[in-house]
């Protein structure tokens, strides 16, 4: 006879790092990666219309047949030689600097440049400033390691650098202050040229770190956006970029570029997380851009995806209740929609997935307690077909919130 398993309840024993973690907003999105009946406006997905699969299957191909002894090998943890050569060459191209001796790393994806930031810069209690909104996913690698998340508004502009300048007067003493400049997620606004440049003197002067996320640099619709960070003070910022916005998510490539003891030290710490990103993928993602793949990509979905912001702005116009604000991006993936007071997005999620149709709540954007009234609404993989029609079920559940208030 067998003794009855006692159900163990394990949540006592978890570390303390996890209990501000959150996560289930990015978990739901991914769910929805999927789903064919709903009209998702969630996920920060590219579309795969973008992918050019008859490329890159001609490469995979190739690349096993003739260069297993590498592709399918363990790489060096700061990626493999040539591939550096060739991301050092784009962000020469694209951004005017080239990284020196140990200042470039590759990353899996730009999520594992900021957790390795975090792990090898911040100690519990660490102040890390973000713009309020911003990416959610870097709140949590940040909360991770315990660190204690600031928020600082943004407008038009992108981060208040003058709210920042009063913080830091006052006394506040961030280790790390995390921006996305250009086309910011979740905003879909762009940080001016002016406030880059005070954002860098306040990093000379008080000596933080500035951790610039370069995740939609390269999707501007009318342009690029004023010079990096990273270019323009390169004493001061550690880079992290992304392949998966402007190739595909599903290589799970990034880069961080900065100062070399910072990068360093990222490169030991991710030899006991994933030890080196795949080397299959690092290949392919080279020779797909040394072919012109890549640029030629990127200048599809520069296209696709303005064309996407404008059908939304047009359905905003004709389906948002009385009183909704929303941003006018000029390039990336997302329209930051703020609706009247009195509703809460959190809570109206549930009549929206009645209605078939799914957004992500402004609440987990904020390290704080804001958002309750915002949405995001990212358009880069909504069919052009069916952008209106999402939008009207959204304008519908929010006119009837606001009716019944
Ligand atoms: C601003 C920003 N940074 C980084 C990432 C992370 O992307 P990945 O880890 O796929 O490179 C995202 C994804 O949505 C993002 O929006």
Redesign the pocket.
Known sequence: MTAALETRDWSAALARRTHSLGGGEITAILALAGATDVITFSG?FPDPATWPTDVLSGLAQRLVADNAAVTLQYAATEGLASVRDYVSGRLAATQGLTPGAGELMITS????AMELVAKSYLDPGDVVVVEAPT?L??IMAFRGYEADVRGVPVDDDGMRVDVLADLLAGGLRPKIVYT?PDFQ?PTGLTMSAQRRQELAALARRYGFLILE?V?YRELGFTGPPPPSLWSAAPDVTLQAG?F?KIFS?GF?L?WASGPAEIVGTMVVAKQNSDQCSGALGQRLMEEYGRGGHMDAQIVRSRELYQRRAQLVDAALTAHMPAGTTWTKPSGGFYIWVTAPDGVDTVALSAAATDKKVAYVPGRPFYPGDEGATQIRLAYSRVADHLIDEGIRRIGEVLTTALEDK
């Not at 994806?109 to 594992?112: L, R």
């Open positions: 920060g994806g730009g999520i594992d990416y996913g870097a996305i997620n996320d995740a992304t998966s998510p799970r990034g």
